[in-house]
């Protein structure tokens, strides 16, 4: 059973001020997009939950031995989590083919908790439903529903409440892979961090100040629903952006690529480090891939979105 589960991309990330469970409410567009991993579940020893990561998966050798094999991963956690829930007696064996950068904002560690829960519920014939593994995925993690999902979707609450979105695809995107990842629960304390200092009022400090009226733009609705790529471009945005670039200036010099490189519009992807480029198409998505990899970036994906969610694609 081989299930394949996408990365995700922010196009609008608004963030309020933390809730008491320290959480931060949010209003954010996901899409997803052509990047994929796959996990391919076995069955095991009653409750026996392993996972391993396959040797061959296209990331450097040193991130793929940084993944947990353990509880760790949410992948398992996943997995165990419906075993608890549904009462079953089945084990499984995961194997983890990983394309999508680990901590790089593409939540690649989520989607695998959701390709984990399509392959389990498979494989154990739990057959819950899409609506009851959502109510899984959001215990398991902000992100996990949408990837359940997948297309384009309104993210509400901490994420974890979606609801589909009309967007006429596809849409073409080159995303610029940075080494390094970045803890994205530092990158929500360094956004708080930031709009608590002395000044952050000052002219030019403007995006960093709390979103009061958390929403999606209806500039950003109107052009995924027209398809108009210089309108998207001009609407997207990223609350998280100024404290990634704050934990990561170089990234600065990334984004100001986007001028030479003429893509329509430039954002850290969700907590980042990971770039997104908007592209008018193909070629352009070509044009912007040389133009990024002889700016020095290390490594581009073209990417190509709205894509389906976690799905059974072989077994
Ligand atoms: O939900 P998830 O476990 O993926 O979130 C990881 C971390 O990101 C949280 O522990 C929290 O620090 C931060 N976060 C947040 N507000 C959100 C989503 C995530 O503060 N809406």
Redesign the pocket.
Known sequence: MTVQTPAKINLSLA?GP?RHD?????VTVYQAVSLFDHVIATPAAPGEVTLEVDPSSPLPADVLAAVPTDDGNLAVRAARLLAERTGTTGGARLRLHKAIPVAAGLAGG?SDAAAALVACNRLWGTRLSRAELQVIAAE?????PFCLVGGTAIGH????RVSPLLARGPFHWVLAIDKQGLS??MV??ELDRLREEPGREQPGREGVLPTTELDVPDALVNALRSGDVPALGRAMFNDLQPAALSLRPDLCEVLELRPAVHAHGALVSG?GPTCLFLAHGEHDADTISVGLVGGGLHAVHRVVGPVPGARVVEG
Do not use: F, I
Not at 157 to 160: D, L, N, Q, V, Y
């Open positions: 963030v933390p320290g959480y931060h409410p949010l989520s398991l993690g902000s992100d996990v609450g901490r994420g974890e994205t629960p929500y304390a907590s």
